[in-house]
Structures are given as structure tokens and as C-alpha cells.
């Protein structure tokens, strides 16, 4: 990741905050519990600072249930990675108030979940659904258990994904 996509990216929200009438400080600084608990997905983080924000700045920048963060995050990413080849994109993570943090730990939960239940059982399991970004996150904590496949069924705003045991084809097809 280089110097200037990060500069770009807390200027970009820096002006979105600027907008909404909400001055802070936007941070490049991964939380600590981020770097030591969570798996490296490339990227980086931008974290708002919420401690000079009144509650109702806070609760409008959150949404409710993380909502505005997430269009938030979505907005960032695909203005600043518009027209761009694939490699030369930029994951941006918004945080704030540790709401990335919770929901990391809640999805990591849900597919831990899921995976036990699949080998248990040998059925299927379809998650709730959830929006893209945690979708592809679920898919990424899951990719290491050679034991288990993750696909993505259905059509927003109801697409689901689906763990289930591996296929011997797509075990033979990862081997070579």
C-alpha cells in the first residue's frame, strides 16, 4: 500500500466529515486489537475519532447497526478505486467506536458456527444474509479449511452464503 492511497483515502473522508458538519481527526492507525486478533486482508484502515463528537454525531456517522458506516466504506472504496485495474486497487476499512472490531468478532463467531454445524452434520449451512463486504469477509476466514467450501447463492438484497463440505472435484481441482 503506498503512502499517497492512504493520504488519499483520510482526505477523502476527512472532506466527507467536513460535510456532514462533523469535525475530527481521521486516523491511518489499525487498532491495536485489529493487528494482533484479527486476519491480515491487505488493505488498511481509516479510523474516526468520536472523542470530541456529540452522541447524535456519532449515532448519524454508526447508522443503525453500522449501516452509515458500512455506505460510508462502500462510497470510499469505489470513488477511490474507480477505473482502476484490479492490482492497483485499495481496500479501505472505515472504523469507528469499535463497531468494525464487534462485527468482526460477531461474523468470525457466525462462521465458526457455520463450520462446526457443516462438519457435525454434513448439511449445508446458509449464513443470514449480509452485505458484500462481510459476505467476502466470511468467504476469506473460511478459505484455509480445506474440509469446507463457501459460495454465495441468491440475489440482493437476500444473497446468502453457503458453507458446505468440499467436493472431491474441488479438492482434486485445488491440488493441481
Do not use: C, G, W, Y
Given at each position: 500500500m503506498s503512502e499517497s492511497n492512504?493520504?488519499?483515502g483520510q482526505e477523502w473522508l476527512s472532506n466527507l466529515l467536513e460535510k456532514l458538519g462533523v469535525e475530527t481527526q481521521v486516523s491511518s492507525d489499525k487498532p491495536e486489537i485489529a493487528k494482533t486478533k484479527f486476519k491480515d486482508f491487505g488493505g488498511f484502515w481509516l479510523t474516526i475519532d468520536d472523542s470530541g463528537m456529540s452522541p447524535d454525531q456519532v449515532d448519524l456517522l454508526i447508522g443503525n447497526n453500522g449501516r452509515m458506516l458500512d455506505a460510508i466504506q462502500y462510497l470510499i472504496n469505489s470513488t477511490l478505486n474507480l477505473g482502476k485495474d484490479k492490482d492497483a486497487r485499495t481496500a479501505y476499512t472505515i472504523e469507528?467506536?469499535?463497531?468494525?472490531?464487534?462485527?468482526y468478532e460477531e461474523l468470525t463467531q457466525l462462521a465458526?458456527?457455520?463450520?462446526?454445524?457443516?462438519r457435525e452434520t454434513g448439511e449445508e449451512q446458509v449464513m443470514?444474509?449480509?452485505?458484500?463486504?462481510?459476505?467476502?469477509?466470511?468467504?476469506?476466514?473460511?478459505?484455509?479449511?480445506?474440509?469446507?467450501?463457501?459460495?454465495?447463492r441468491g440475489q440482493e438484497p437476500d444473497r446468502r452464503l453457503v458453507v458446505t463440505l468440499a467436493t472431491a472435484a474441488s479438492e482434486d481441482t485445488e491440488e493441481s
Open positions: 492512504v493520504q488519499q469507528m467506536s469499535d463497531v468494525r472490531i464487534k462485527r465458526d458456527q457455520a463450520a462446526q454445524s457443516v443470514p444474509p449480509i452485505n458484500s463486504a462481510e459476505r467476502r469477509l466470511v468467504h476469506t476466514l473460511l478459505f484455509d479449511e480445506a474440509d469446507l467450501e463457501t459460495f454465495s
